[in-house]
Structures are given as structure tokens and as C-alpha cells.
């Protein structure tokens, strides 16, 4: 079975900081991760997608993989009060993702 | 522009009704799934299909069935609505489309129906 753990927060981070999002799971056979935000009420959206160890950069966001320690994280740089929502990790070794919690941000101005 | 479209974004409905739930994807995705989300669960796998007329049962199938007649639509049907399959339900597609070692299987969700049985 495998396991995706995030803290369920909430993150709480200034405007224009830096959020740092965790994830760590258990499954050592996966190999797609991704990061999907969620605003309240709405549907998952897919933000972010890495496949090998390193730093994956896509504008304000960047995720990071290592393997080796079993952990995925989401850097938002710059961070706007329209970043606050939930972001959701996940991660697929086949064609069924398991997904994470998500955890909880707020960006206050 | 990919896109997931759920019949109903909210839908009410009384105990012992049968409830029809549909996806429509428009992107040639071979799986789709149908999840159940609610607070301070998660989303919660309910059914996926890997292709026309396949479906396998996910975490939580009791109370729901489904069907995939076209490529591009999956149904949810819960047989007889009770209070406890009130919930967010969550349609998805994605394609396990690979180039080498990767897999991608990036999932598209619908904006999700929002279902309430009394």
C-alpha cells in the first residue's frame, strides 16, 4: 500500500515570501510525482509534474525530487494571496495515482 | 486545451433514488476514474476504467457501480442514493502515454458535482 504524507498545515507565509511544500511517501517503485493545487470548492488542478531526481522550474513554482529520501516538495516563490488554496501531492508507479492530503496555505497580504 | 466536463455541478437527490453522475473527456485519455472527496479524507478512488467496457474497483466501490460505453465517457451510478454518498464527486482523466522509462499518467479532473442525498 503505498503512503503520500503532507503536513495538513495551515502554512501561513507573508506575501512575496517563499512557501516550501512537503510530501513524503513510502513507495520506492513510483516514478511520476506531481503537485496539484486545489481552491475550496473547486476541482484539482494539475500544476506541476517531475519524473526525474532535481529541481523541476515552471515560473514562481519548483519542485523538487529525491528519491533516495523519498520526498517531493513545491517551491512557490514570490507568493500571492491568490497562491492560497490546497496543494495536493501525488505520485504513480502505474496508471493509479495515490494522492496525499494536501496541505493547507495561506498567503496573507 | 484539455478538458473534463461533469453533467452536474450540484445535484440534490432523495434516499433510494438512483443517481446518475457523467464525465465527458475530450483528449482520446484511455483511463478515467471517478473519486469521492470529503473533508478531512482525502479523494478516495471509487472506480477507473483503463478502456471501453473494462472497469476495476477502487478503494471504495460499495454502493456504486459504473460504465464506459465510448472511449471518452465514464458514468457513476449509485444504485440507491443514501446520506452517507453525499460528497464531492470528482471525475478524471489520463493518459499512460510513456517516452522511455517515464510514465506520465498525469490526471485532468472535472469541476466536480457536488451531490446531496436527503
Known amino acids: 500500500q503505498k503512503e503520500v504524507e503532507q503536513n495538513s498545515g495551515p502554512l501561513s507565509v507573508p506575501e512575496g515570501a517563499i512557501a516550501s511544500l512537503n510530501c513524503t511517501y513510502s513507495?520506492?517503485?513510483?516514478?511520476?510525482f506531481f503537485w496539484y493545487r486545489q481552491y475550496s470548492g473547486k476541482s484539482p488542478e494539475l500544476i506541476m509534474s517531475?519524473?526525474?531526481?532535481g529541481d523541476k522550474e515552471d515560473g514562481r513554482f519548483t519542485a523538487q525530487l529525491n528519491k533516495a529520501s523519498q520526498y517531493v516538495s513545491l517551491l512557490i516563490r514570490d507568493s500571492q494571496p491568490s497562491d492560497s488554496a490546497t496543494y495536493l501531492c501525488?505520485?504513480?508507479?502505474?496508471?493509479?495515482?495515490?494522492f496525499g492530503r494536501g496541505t493547507s496555505l495561506i498567503v496573507h497580504p | 486545451d484539455v478538458k473534463v466536463t461533469q453533467s452536474s455541478r450540484y445535484l440534490v437527490k432523495r434516499t433510494g433514488e438512483k443517481v446518475f453522475l457523467e464525465c465527458v473527456q475530450d483528449?482520446?485519455?484511455?483511463?478515467m476514474f471517478w473519486y469521492r472527496q470529503d473533508p478531512g479524507l482525502g479523494l478516495r478512488l471509487i472506480y477507473f476504467?483503463?478502456?471501453?467496457?473494462?472497469?476495476e474497483k477502487g478503494d471504495i466501490p460499495e454502493g456504486y457501480s459504473v460504465s464506459r460505453e465510448k472511449k471518452e465517457r465514464f458514468s457513476l451510478i449509485l444504485e440507491s442514493a443514501s446520506t452517507n454518498q453525499t460528497s464531492m464527486y470528482l471525475c478524471?482523466?489520463?493518459?499512460?502515454?510513456?517516452?522511455?522509462?517515464?510514465?506520465?499518467?498525469?490526471?485532468?479532473f472535472g469541476p466536480g458535482t457536488r451531490l446531496t442525498v436527503l
Open positions: 483528449m482520446d485519455h484511455e483511463n
Open positions: 517531475i519524473y526525474s531526481n
Open positions: 501525488a505520485l504513480s508507479g502505474s496508471y493509479i495515482p495515490t
Open positions: 476504467s483503463y478502456d471501453v467496457k473494462m472497469k
Open positions: 478524471a482523466s489520463s493518459s499512460p502515454g510513456t517516452s522511455g522509462r517515464r510514465s506520465y499518467n498525469e490526471q485532468f
Open positions: 513507495d520506492r517503485v513510483s516514478q511520476s
